[in-house]
């Protein structure tokens, strides 16, 4: 049932001929807990994810991706892998995210097309005097409401890089941890050390379609719920149908990191 919903929920998108690298001098690990169905006890599932950063600027993706982008790259992974191989490296969180000082620099591969937006980088923190130690960095809080959520950061100046995980940052140090108030999202850093190599496949997905953000959601929830095109190797019809119904309630209790676009 496993390998089945993996076609519900994306369209593999094969290696393009354009890469963008990415000049890694510094590498942080966040753990992802969140929650993205909006119904009561939702089940909290996990996710890793990797901050690149280098002194002018972040690029930030999951894990899982980052894996398989280098094996596309490097040709391990194409368009005559299995689809065990695919399954192996599997995400819903499959945007590249770079940052700079002004602006947010946004990827994302959606039903077999790869499409890009951009939006300020203008996340407005308020400090407060409040400390607390995460591992061995005293940290301070600082707090915001962006994207529809108010969210709770905690970064350390002991590491005087302005990134975080996901699209936060513009804080005196790195964030060590951030999360909303419903504890939707939780993003706690678990490792952190200096790195020295071009990463050559950063992104992909360097030749998208630019569009509007909002369009972005309007696609992916589309994608979540009309999944019938993944689902044509299905010979049981009965099956099938369930599978397009749990879909189809899936989206609409889609429970998305942002709840509106600004």
């Known amino acids: 049932m496993k390998q089945v919903l993996f076609f519900c929920l994306i369209f593999i998108s094969f290696i393009g001929k354009s890469q963008t690298s990415f000049n890694v001098e510094y590498e942080a690990d966040y753990k ?28 930030f993706k999951n894990l899982n991706k980052y894996v398989s982008d280098s094996l596309k790259y490097e040709r391990k992974l194409n368009d005559k892998s299995s689809y065990n191989d695919y399954l192996r490296y599997f995400t819903p969180f499959d945007e590249n995210i770079g940052i700079t000082s002004a602006k947010i620099y946004v990827t994302v591969p959606i039903s077999g097309k790869n499409y890009k937006y951009e939006e300020s980088n203008d996340m407005n923190w308020k400090l407060e005097n409040e400390y607390k130690k995460i591992g061995k960095y005293k940290c301070q809080k600082a707090t915001a409401k962006k994207y529809g959520r108010t969210w709770t950061a905690y ?5 005087p890089f302005p990134y975080g995980p996901y699209k936060f940052s513009k804080l005196p140090g790195l964030i060590l941890e951030v999360f909303d108030d419903k504890k939707d999202y939780v993003f706690t850093l678990y490792k952190f050390g200096k790195r020295k190599y071009l990463c050559k496949s950063a992104n992909m997905n360097s030749k998208a379609e630019a569009i509007q953000k909002q369009k972005i959601f309007d696609y992916k929830r589309k994608e979540m719920g009309n999944p019938n095109k993944y689902l044509e190797h299905i010979g049981d019809e009965e099956t099938r149908q369930l599978l397009i119904k749990k879909s189809s309630e899936k989206a609409k209790r889609y429970n998305p990191i942002e709840l509106s676009i600004y």
Do not use: G, V, W
């Open 155 to 159: 970064f350390t100046n002991e590491i």
């Open 32 to 59: 992802l807990a969140y929650k993205d169905q909006n119904i009561p006890n939702a089940p909290t599932q996990d996710a890793a994810f990797a901050l690149l950063m280098n002194r002018e600027e972040s690029y």
